[in-house]
C-alpha cells in the first residue's frame, strides 16, 4: 500500500513540474515590459524597478524561474497587486466557500447521476432508458451560468423561494448557508450529475452482463439484490474514481456559477484577478488548481485500489 | 446544419443590424416588429442573436483546428517514436490536462488579452491534450501492425509512414472527438465571453449577451432567455452529432 502510495507520488512530480514550469511561462506570454504589466496603473519608475528586483525581472529566465519555483516551494505564490495580501492567504481564504460548493454540487451529482444510471441501465431500451439520456445530454449541454440565470429568474425573483444572491458562512448560520448553496450547487452538480449518469449506465450494464451477476442470479437471489449487492456495488468502483476526477471540473465550473451567484469564492478571485490585471493572483490559481487535480488524481487512483480487491491481491 | 446554415446567413437574415442602437426601443418585449425583443440599448436580439451563432460556430471550428494542429502531430510524435520523446510529451500532456479546461482557458486569456481571437487560441491551447492523448493510443494500437511494418520494409520514410499510413487509419476516432470537442468549445467560448474575456462589445456573442442579460433578468428575462436556449440547441446537437458518430464508427461504445 505504501509502496503504491509512493510510486504513485513519484509519477506525480515529473507532471508537477511541467505545471509550475507551465504556469510561470505565462507571464511571458504578457505583451511588452512585464513589469510594467504587473505594476497595473501604477507607473512610478521606483515602484517599477521594486517589481523588476522583486520578480527578479533583471535576471536571466532560467533563474526567475527558479526564483520563483523555490518561493512557490515554501507557499509563498506571490503578493496580490489589489489586495496587498500573499497571494497563498487569499487562496486559503476563499478555498473553503469553493470547497462547500463543490462538495454540494458532487452529491447531488452522485445522488442525481448514480439513481438515473442505475435505471437507464435496469431498463435498457425502454422510455426510462432514452428519457434519462436526453436529460443526461441536456445536463452536459446546458451552459450553467445561463441555467443560473434561469432558476434565479424562476426560482427567486417570480415564486422568491430562495436567495438570487450571496452568501453567509456556515459557522454562522447553517440554514441560511444552505438556503443560498442549494440553487447553486444544483447549477454545478447538473453537468457532472450527466457525465455520472452515463458512467454508471455503462458500468452497469457491464455488470449486468458479468459471470458474478449470473450466479448471484443462478443462486435464487431476487432481482433487487442482485442488482443493488452484486451489480451496483462493483458498478461503483470506476464511478467512484471517476466522481474524484470530475472534481477539477467542479473548480473550473464554480468560476461562472460563483459569478452568477455572487458567491466570493475561489471562481470570483480569479475572475476578479484577471480584471484587475492581478497576474500573481491568476498564476497561483492555476498552479493550485493543478496541484489539487493530481492530488485528485492521486485519491482516484488510492480509491481504486482500496475498493478493488483484485489489485490488492 | 441549420445552425452552420444560420451562421452564414447571417447578414441577409437578420432584419436589424446588430449593432445598432435605438434609445426609443429600450428593453422591448417580443413584438411583430422584434420577434425577440430588444436589448439595454434598443438592438434586436435576434438580430444580435443569429449574428452571435457566428462568433460561436467560428470560435468552436477555429478553436478545434487549433487543438488538432497541437495536439495531433505530438500525438503522431510520442506514439511512433516512443522513448523519450514520448515520455516528455505525455508529461506535457499530463500538465496541462491536470489544469481544469476552463481556469487554463481564463489564465491564457488573462495574459493573452480579452478578445475573440485570443478566447479561441486559448481555449485551442487547453483542449489540445485531448487529441495528443487520443492519437497517441490509436498510434500505439496501430503501428505494430503488418502494413505498417510492410511500408517499413519498402524503405518508406518515417514522414511518409507517418503520414500516408498511420494517419489515415487514427483520423477517425479523431473527427469524432473534434465533434464533441466543438460543442465543448462553443460553451467555453460563450463562458469567456459572459465573463468578458471572449468577443468585445458591441460585437455580438451569444455569452456577451448573457453577460449583459443578467443584470436585466427582472426587466427583460428574454434578453437571457434566447442566447440561452440557443448555446443549448447547438451544443446539444453537436454532443449528438459526435455521440452517434462515436457508436456508428465504434460498436463497443454503441451500448
Known amino acids: 500500500m505504501l509502496g503504491f502510495i509512493v510510486r504513485r507520488l513519484l509519477i506525480a512530480l515529473p507532471t508537477l513540474f511541467l505545471i509550475t514550469l507551465m504556469v510561470f511561462s505565462l507571464q511571458l506570454l504578457l505583451p511588452g515590459d512585464p513589469a510594467l504589466a504587473l505594476a497595473g496603473e501604477e507607473r512610478d519608475p521606483a515602484v517599477i524597478e521594486a517589481i523588476r528586483e522583486q520578480y527578479h525581472l533583471n535576471d536571466p529566465i532560467p533563474v526567475q524561474y527558479a526564483h520563483w519555483l523555490i518561493a512557490a516551494l515554501h507557499g509563498d505564490l506571490g503578493i496580490s497587486l489589489r489586495n496587498r495580501e500573499p497571494v497563498t492567504s487569499l487562496i486559503v481564504d476563499k478555498l473553503p466557500v469553493t470547497l462547500e460548493l463543490a462538495i454540494l454540487a458532487m452529491l447531488i451529482a452522485l445522488v442525481i447521476g448514480i439513481a438515473a444510471g442505475l435505471v437507464s441501465a435496469i431498463k435498457k431500451g425502454s422510455r426510462w432508458d432514452f428519457g434519462a439520456n436526453v436529460v443526461a445530454l441536456s445536463g452536459i449541454s446546458v451552459p450553467n451560468f445561463w441555467l443560473g440565470i434561469m432558476l434565479i429568474l424562476l426560482i427567486s425573483v417570480r415564486w422568491g423561494w430562495l436567495p438570487a444572491s450571496g452568501y453567509t458562512s456556515p459557522l454562522d448560520s447553517l440554514a441560511q448557508n444552505l438556503e443560498m448553496m442549494i440553487m447553486p450547487a444544483v447549477v454545478l452538480g447538473t453537468a457532472i450529475a450527466g457525465v455520472m449518469m452515463r458512467h454508471t449506465r455503462s458500468a452497469m450494464i457491464s455488470a449486468i452482463h458479468a459471470d458474478y451477476v449470473r450466479t448471484a442470479r443462478a443462486k435464487g437471489l431476487s432481482e433487487r439484490v442482485v442488482m443493488l449487492k452484486h451489480a451496483l456495488r462493483n458498478a461503483l468502483v470506476p464511478v467512484v474514481t471517476m466522481g474524484t476526477l470530475q472534481f477539477g471540473e467542479l473548480l473550473s465550473g464554480a468560476v461562472l456559477t460563483e459569478q452568477v451567484f455572487t458567491i466570493p469564492g475561489f471562481g470570483k478571485l480569479i475572475v476578479d484577478a484577471v480584471f484587475n490585471r492581478d497576474y500573481a493572483v491568476v498564476q497561483g490559481v492555476v498552479l493550485f488548481t493543478g496541484t489539487v487535480y493530481i492530488l485528485m488524481n492521486l485519491l482516484a487512483d488510492l480509491l481504486y485500489y482500496l475498493l478493488n480487491p483484485r489489485l490488492r491481491a | ?255
Open chain 2, 1 to 255: 446544419m441549420l445552425f452552420i446554415a444560420v451562421a452564414l446567413l447571417a447578414p441577409w437574415l437578420a432584419p436589424f443590424d446588430p449593432a445598432a442602437n435605438d434609445w426609443t426601443s429600450i428593453r422591448q418585449a417580443p413584438s411583430a416588429v422584434h420577434w425577440l425583443g430588444t436589448d439595454d440599448v434598443g438592438r434586436d436580439v435576434l438580430s444580435r442573436l443569429l449574428f452571435g451563432a457566428r462568433a460561436s460556430l467560428y470560435a468552436g471550428v477555429i478553436s478545434v483546428v487549433i487543438a488538432f494542429c497541437i495536439g495531433v502531430p505530438l500525438g503522431l510524435l510520442s506514439g511512433y517514436y516512443g522513448g523519450i520523446l514520448e515520455l516528455v510529451i505525455s508529461r506535457i500532456v499530463e500538465a496541462v490536462l491536470a489544469c481544469p479546461f476552463l481556469i487554463l482557458a481564463i489564465a491564457f486569456a488573462a495574459f493573452l488579452g480579452p478578445s475573440l481571437d485570443n478566447a479561441m487560441i486559448a481555449i485551442g491551447i487547453a483542449a489540445s491534450p485531448i487529441f495528443a492523448r487520443l492519437t497517441r493510443g490509436q498510434v500505439l494500437a496501430i503501428k505494430t501492425e503488418d502494413y505498417i511494418e510492410g511500408a517499413r520494409a519498402v524503405g518508406a520514410s518515417d514522414l511518409r509512414i507517418i503520414c500516408y499510413y498511420i494517419l489515415p487509419n487514427v483520423i477517425t476516432p479523431l473527427l469524432v472527438q473534434a465533434t464533441l470537442t466543438i460543442a465543448t468549445a462553443i460553451i467555453a467560448e460563450s463562458s469567456l465571453s459572459f465573463l468578458g474575456l471572449g468577443q468585445q462589445p458591441p460585437a455580438p456573442s451569444w455569452g456577451s449577451m448573457l453577460d449583459t442579460a443578467k443584470n436585466f433578468i427582472v426587466q427583460a428575462p428574454w434578453m437571457a432567455l434566447f442566447p440561452g436556449i440557443g448555446i443549448f440547441v447547438v451544443v446539444f446537437g453537436f454532443n449528438i452529432l459526435g455521440d452517434g458518430l462515436r457508436d456508428a464508427l465504434d460498436p463497443r461504445e454503441a451500448r
